[in-house]
């Protein structure tokens, strides 16, 4: 039976407020029900609660517990990857895509709880994650890596102060789809080099991006594999009469998509941005490779 005793819950900035503001305490009150000394994580902007969380692992933690979104789990996975500390994920944001692609519910946070009792009691998974090296920088990453159209939609959004949510995300996609055209990319995938035209492009560890959308149905999170996700050049109407499909994962026998699994892969792109799991990385070229069960998390065991 795994027993932490020692437990940091990390809270993200923005649940301070809001209709998420009670997850976190309530959380907390939980563990310390079950008998966990709980150390309670909590700043006002995220820089500071990546130092207070490495502050706690260097102290020694025996678990650590995000309530958030992607951009927290994305925060935790960076400061455990390579460690014996286990994470727990109870999603409170917008996107949650670690979470559904883990099998912890996302819009129940009791569900999600319970989901963590049981992982405490029987023992953590071990999961893969992705690397990504740019320049002299590197980030790991559970989900997916985007460097196409909607790592440029990612980067219109983020530009926008208002609407909040996925609101804005859904009009960045309008506004940038007026734009749409192909890129020549050099993508060289376990040392072999090629070039290729294509508007969109992903490396998947899981199965979805931007709340929902499964570019990578079959994905699995602990196969010792990366997909890389490609789309061809289309036409406007077409993509946009492809894009819904993406979201139930229908789009996976469409003569424009292929998938392939890999190790490694460099892309390469004039203008294009990185990202993973949300969040920025940074003009390609970038590296990215997959370090098999690297992570250990607080969840379902694999089906």
Do not use: C
């Amino acid at each position: 039976m795994f027993t932490p005793r020692h437990i940091a819950v990390a809270i993200n900035p923005a649940a301070s407020f809001g209709k998420t503001r009670a997850v976190g305490p309530s959380v907390i009150t939980a563990l310390e029900g079950r008998g966990a000394t709980v150390l309670r994580l909590q700043e006002p902007n995220i820089e500071l609660l990546r130092l207070s969380v490495d502050a706690a692992i260097s102290q020694g933690i025996d678990a650590l517990v995000v309530v958030g979104g992607d951009g927290m789990v994305s925060l935790a996975v960076n400061a455990l990857a390579g460690t014996a500390i286990p994470l727990g994920i109870i999603p409170s944001g917008t996107g949650n895509d670690a979470a559904r692609g883990l099998g912890i519910p996302f819009r129940d946070t009791d569900a999600a709880v319970q989901v963590l009792w049981t992982a405490l009691d029987e023992g953590p998974r071990a999961i893969d994650v992705g690397l990504v090296r740019h320049g002299l920088h590197t980030t790991w990453f559970v989900g997916i890596l985007s460097a196409g159209f909607d790592a440029i939609v990612n980067e219109r959004a983020n530009a926008w102060a208002w609407p909040r949510g996925k609101s804005r995300y859904t009009l960045a996609l309008l506004r940038e789809l007026v734009f749409l055209k192909p890129r020549r990319y050099s993508i060289t995938v376990d040392g072999v080099t090629r070039q290729q035209d294509a508007v969109l492009i992903a490396v998947a560890n899981n199965v979805s991006l931007g709340g929902g959308m499964a570019v990578v149905p079959h994905a699995k999170i602990d196969d010792g594999k990366l997909d890389l996700f490609v789309v061809a050049p289309v036409s406007r109407m077409r993509f946009l009469r492809l894009f819904p499909k993406v979201f139930s994962g229908t789009h996976t026998g469409l003569d424009v998509v292929s998938f392939s699994a890999v190790e490694a892969v460099t892309l390469d792109a004039d203008g294009l941005i990185a990202y993973a799991d949300g969040e920025r990385i940074g003009p390609l070229p970038v590296e990215v490779s997959v370090l098999p069960r690297a992570l250990h998390v607080l969840a379902a065991p694999s089906i």
